[in-house]
C-alpha cells in the first residue's frame, strides 16, 4: 500500500511497514514535518496514499473537512504496546485493500481495530 507517514509514528513503525513491503513516504521527507493536518490530509490525498498518524485530532478533522481525506489510519500506540499495534496493524493491511480504506478513519489499538466510513 502506498503510505503517508505523520512526524508522530515511531520509527519502529516505519521499519515494520517497509519489511512488509509497502510504500512508505514520511512527512519529514516531504518537508511537511511541521504542516498542518489539513496540509497532511491533503498531501496524503493528492499523493493518492493513505495517511497512517498517532494524531487523535484527525478522528474529528476527517468528518469535518471530508473532501480532503483519502483514508487516515490512527495508531493508538506507547512503547509498550506496539507490537500488539503492529499485529493489529498488519491484520488490516492483508485484510482490506487500498480501495477498501480510502475514504475511512481506522483507529488500531492492542487487539482490535475500528474502522469508520467517511461518507462524501
Do not use: W
Amino acid at each position: 500500500m502506498k503510505l503517508l507517514i505523520d512526524h508522530d509514528v515511531y520509527k519502529i513503525t516505519i521499519d515494520f511497514l517497509k519489511q512488509h513491503g509497502h510504500d512508505i513516504v514520511t512527512a519529514k521527507e516531504l518537508g511537511l514535518h511541521t504542516a498542518s493536518d489539513e496540509e497532511l490530509l491533503e498531501k496524503a490525498k493528492t499523493s493518492d496514499r493513505l495517511l497512517i498518524t498517532r494524531d487523535k485530532d484527525f478522528g474529528m478533522l476527517v468528518f469535518l473537512k471530508k473532501e480532503l481525506c483519502s483514508g487516515v489510519i490512527c495508531l493508538k500506540v506507547t512503547p509498550s504496546t506496539i507490537r500488539d499495534v503492529h499485529d493489529e496493524l498488519l491484520k488490516i493491511l492483508e485484510k482490506y485493500t487500498e480501495n477498501d480504506l480510502k475514504d475511512s478513519f481506522c483507529v488500531i489499538e492492542p487487539y482490535r481495530y475500528r474502522i469508520r466510513r467517511i461518507d462524501k
